[in-house]
């Protein structure tokens, strides 16, 4: 398990993460937005006064439409502990194992990190989004306590004043409360905790205590006032339901909420315990490229790559990818064909799995998730454009994430930019590439003599 | 200074710190086009082999020398023409396409002033073997000429048409030119010269310059002249000569110019080859023939080649450079000039011909089916398959912006259209149709057929937020950043649409 600030330091230490002084204008949020609209590094604004610190693009951030080095994956999988330069699928099973169920509970208790403070809730000085009222807090931890656990799941929302907090979460938690109970709110958690929400929320599986899934014997928690926290988390706020609810407008989401009902609840903040120095995470919410978007991507990625591996008995799928520049309106899957047909099975399975997206592109299972700009080469060189551009009668339960305008009932399209297993190998077109087009002694001499050629970045052939 | 020559724009290049001249003995078969590849693909400077292993003392290979950077392929182009090298892709684009409204006739140049004239051999004196063509990927039919213009006479044009088709050398005097019918030239061939069982005057020039070679990339109308147009491109003209053994003129300044004919009626093997599609394409099929007449040169020249097949994905090369950089250009003039008000357009990035990608509003009901008949029934028949429609203020060369909106603007049930099915001809070089399906070795020409495609991904005015924050606070915003040394990453020029 990582703390979060040790999962901070290690973004530095790979020179993923800007330090930079928090302006007064514009908003931390705007400033955030940029650096991931211009495929930055993750940032960590240090505080001007007696605020937090504050850290965006810690979780995503990354787009895969240019070549590079890091992948949408990469800071969280450096956060799960996977790699320093994990492999996405071992970031996908992390994922799994950590929202898995376990059979014999193993929870560890640890002093609680962040200690009691006379701030109050505005003092922690939360950046308020340009074009709103109130200092906005995202990527956090709520837990509810229960004689049978603790019901971890995503939170977030806006500072109303000194005590109280309007927050979203979702619907399967908030049902459990009435007035006066007790929600925690932990900001600053470890990416363990924090993916793991989103993979239970988006998985309509929060109903279990945290103490029964793989994350509760792996992040260490301390007891509150709600349920158990993760003991290193950064910020902490114990609050309960306030008595008066009052209606409200429609609030901004977390991108969880696109699949996931969500409520709004009014919370009053008893108590405030910060770390020292803390640092939490936060995202502009509704941008290209934001954390919650990345960690939903990732989530639901996980829990396809599972759902379809365990499907058939054997594991032919290669990886599921759905790319957060396409804001999760289409799913890439990657597989071995295993007869005729079987793409068809595929991409209709990947439809029931999910409601998120309308159209799914199948490649071979050769395609790296590493390259997307060459998947999205097959996506218009490999696909006949009218065999292998599959559509549905219209009938369908409509998408969510898509946004042209439709009833209830939408179509389904999949694209099969795989070689059709009934051809012969000697059919099969070689693929032009470094690797493929030289013969390998010419390919080990050039890298070796690369250098020496007057070249100065180190070639990467992976 | 407008780079008007090949060897001007290598020196560009080198000024620029984009040239990487390469000392050391390297050999024309693999090991040249591997460096190349590789330099593609890291977006490394551009690999100029001064000591090739064969050939003429003193001939470079230049690898993949219109190749731009990838995140701004248009830059180096940009500089050659004398515009900002860090114009934005929109701006770059409605640079060119102003200095394409503004043709400029080319001048006739003395053939003792001419530089290919430095050496000229003619009869059994012109062998191609002299030169070190590449053999570019292993599996490859044979060795290439590949970065090319083709200039074949015109009836329409004093100075004949200007188009690039790859050639594979047979031996000392013979080669296998790609003709497909469909195009321009193929088609003067097939169903003129050879109808008439006539002998087509060709010179293959290479290392012309980088107007040139722009202007062989784009769709020039009948009656109009490439040679016009790449000087409007340099805002000079283009010096040209005549040819030592047919009427033909070609650009002066180039560095090889290989005089002949195509023969009625012969064929020679082509392929298979590893083509911009990003795969090796096959099978080996019969195509018309190249008898040399004469070859005049530079003393010393150089060599330009492309590593096809590596535009694909994040990599860029000279071919998909050109697309990106003159036939995007090209397009949208051609698509403006017949009345369609498109904002731009562009290739797909990630392959560097089947996708396009138009910008455009939506002015009345069945716009965008009429854009895409004009398209696919004009200069895009052969190569172009799917068009995406995207809103006029999404820009073409965000790859983000043009993926986000085929993946929540377009509707499966309603945004899909095809144009028949089976009907639209097609190059045989494309990989997902069988053997069959793509014809034989039949005279060169294809029978494939296949289906276009276009994406109706504009948003009806719901598109998701691209950015928070007024301009002013985006801006501070950039140079907070930039202050604190992030300028590297963040030096994206083509911004979404919202900053356009």
Redesign the interface.
Known sequence: MTAFRTHLEFLHRTDDC???ER?D???P???A???M?????ALEFTPAGGGVGLASGVYGGV?Q???RNRYPWTRLGIGLGVDRDPAYVDVLEELIELGGRVDDRDVTYVPRAASATDRGLRDLELPT???EAWPRFTLGLCSIGSDDGSYWGPIHGTVLDGDTVRARVPEALSGQLRRGDAVTIALGVPAAALATTHLLAVTDRLSTPIEARGVGSTVPVVPTAGGVVPGSSEVVLETTVAARQPETRSEKREFWERLVDATTLTLDVRHVFTREDPVVPFT?L???LSDDLGLTALAIAARLYERVNGYWGVSPVEWVLL?A??????CLVATEVLYPGFEWQLANLLFSLSRC???VVVVDAEASPR?L??V??D????????R??L??E?NAPAAR??????DDT????YVDATW?PR?KPE?V??????TD???PE??D???E??T??????E???A | MTAETFREFLALLEDAGQLNRIADRVSWDLEASAITALANQTDERIPAFERVDAGIDGTWLVGDPYRGPCRRPWAHLARAFELPSALPGPAYYEAVVERLREPCEPTVVDPATAPCKEVVRTGADASLLEFPWPYVHQGDGGRYATLNTLVAPDADSEWGRWSRHRAMIHDATGASLLFLAGEQVPNLYYYEYERRDEPMPVALVLGAGPAVECAAEMWIPVGKSEAAFAGGLQESPVDLVACETNDLYVPASAEVVIEGRVRPGERLDEGPYGDYFGYVNGPRRSMPALEVDAITHRRAPRLPFCVEGTGVGYGHNSTSTLEVAAGGPDATLGLRAAGYEVAMAAPWPFSSRTAWTIATDRPYPGYLHELANFVFTTWGMLHIDFLIFVDADVNPLDPRAVFEAIALQADPATDFHQFGVERMPKVPLNIYQTPDEKGSADVGTSKAKTAKAHVDALSDGDRPTQTIGSRASRERARNLLVEAGITPAFARDDSPAVDR
Do not use: C
């Open positions: 800007q330090r930079l302006p204008s514009p908003s949020q705007v400033v937005a940029e650096a609209r211009a495929n930055g590094p787009d439409l240019e070549r989004p340009p074009d502009p509704g941008t290209p790319p520049e396409g804001r999760l309106g289409i997206f309308d159209t390259a700009g060459r999205l080469g996506l218009w060189v490999k696909a006949h454009p009218s292998d551009w559509f549905s219209p994430m898509p946004t042209y305008s439709r939408g179509a389904r399209l059709d051809w059919f077109a070689p693929r032009v590439s470094v087009s030289f013969p010419i390919r001499a050039v890298l003599s690369w020496d050629l007057g070249f100065e970045d070639p990467d052939v």
